[in-house]
């Protein structure tokens, strides 16, 4: 497998991990863009302990913080890490109306950036690399192909754990607040601990994202928080489907994808190319390409086709 097609598969996994944790929150209502902070500070909380290289200057005089923590402690830390920062804010804004859960995301976000960019210890704004290979005894491909596998074992277990989600109890609950918040609440249904529950969950699923992003690239800086990334998840969610699971799967490969075709003279119109897309979507079918009436249409045609 040729490095570019072992990224491209690895990054679009990482992607529809991404947008799945945007997912989770907007199951009632709330656009939770903290996962992209999680995603950040899991991913220099394993630079850190991997043993990455800290650029501290221009001339790239290099600190090596002699820090060796196995890879799957790492993962292991970093979602439990940003599962509590997750949880920990979850607690005021569990029931908070979306606006107010997209300022705090918006905050988290730009206050990560700022904190890494004005940090030494963490290389600034050239960001921390030479990040070590998951398994140092395998060969560069050989790693590549690991992070492939890795990258969709998750993909799969993440999926497995949302479609019975959404098919509980708990999935019901949370389309009743999304639906209507005060017929769910006379319904008995707890808005703030289902706020905190799928908070929670979206942090943990950043920070998953974050760990497998920085043994791909190898590197983190804080330029990965810009609104372009929010941007391309959001085009990925609303395009593909914000009712189901599945539209990330979707969408994901090809909003990735088709930007990594188009000629290099072109590239600087890949914002624009999104933002066209999802409000074409947004003005012609507002649940996106997969919902839930097309979902039950396919199952009865397979049906029809069993039976």
């Not at 903290?34 to 394993?46: C, H, K, T």
């Not at 017929?183 to 529950?197: E, F």
Request: proline fraction near 3%; charge should be positive.
């Amino acid at each position: 497998m040729s490095a570019a097609l072992a990224n491209y598969l690895t990054i679009t996994g990482i992607f529809i991990l991404c947008t799945w944790a945007i997912y989770l929150p907007y199951r009632m209502g709330q656009l939770h863009f903290m996962m992209i902070a999680n995603m950040v500070i899991s991913a220099y909380f394993g630079a850190v302990f991997s043993g990455a290289v800290v650029s501290g200057s221009q001339v790239q005089s290099a600190i090596n913080l002699n820090l060796h923590w196995p890879f799957f402690a790492i993962l292991l830390c970093g979602v439990l890490l940003s599962a509590l920062l997750g949880f920990l804010v979850s607690l005021a804004i569990g029931d908070a109306p979306c606006f107010a859960v997209v300022i705090v995301g918006f905050t988290f976000m730009y206050l990560t950036k700022a904190v890494a960019e004005n940090t030494t210890a963490l290389g600034r704004t050239f960001g921390m690399f030479r990040v070590p290979r998951v398994i140092e005894g395998l060969s560069a491909a050989d790693n590549r192909l690991f992070m492939v596998i890795l990258v969709y074992f998750f993909v799969l277990l993440v999926g497995f754990l949302i479609f019975r989600f959404d098919r509980s109890k708990l999935g019901r609950a949370a389309s009743s607040i999304f639906i209507d918040r005060d017929l769910a609440v006379s319904l008995g249904v707890n808005v703030k601990k289902m706020g905190i529950l799928l908070q929670t969950s979206s942090s943990a699923l950043g920070g998953l994202a974050g760990i497998l992003y920085l043994y791909t690239l190898r590197a983190i800086s804080p330029s990965f928080i810009t609104f372009h990334n929010v941007g391309l998840f959001m085009t990925m969610l609303f395009v593909g489907g914000y009712t189901t699971q599945w539209g990330p799967l979707l969408a994901a490969p090809i909003l990735w994808g088709v930007p990594l075709i188009i000629p290099e003279s072109l590239q600087v119109w890949k914002n624009v190319f999104y933002a066209v897309i999802l409000i074409a979507i947004l003005m012609l079918k507002s649940e996106g390409i997969i919902t839930r009436p097309l979902l039950r249409r396919v199952r009865r045609f397979f049906v029809k086709k069993t039976s």
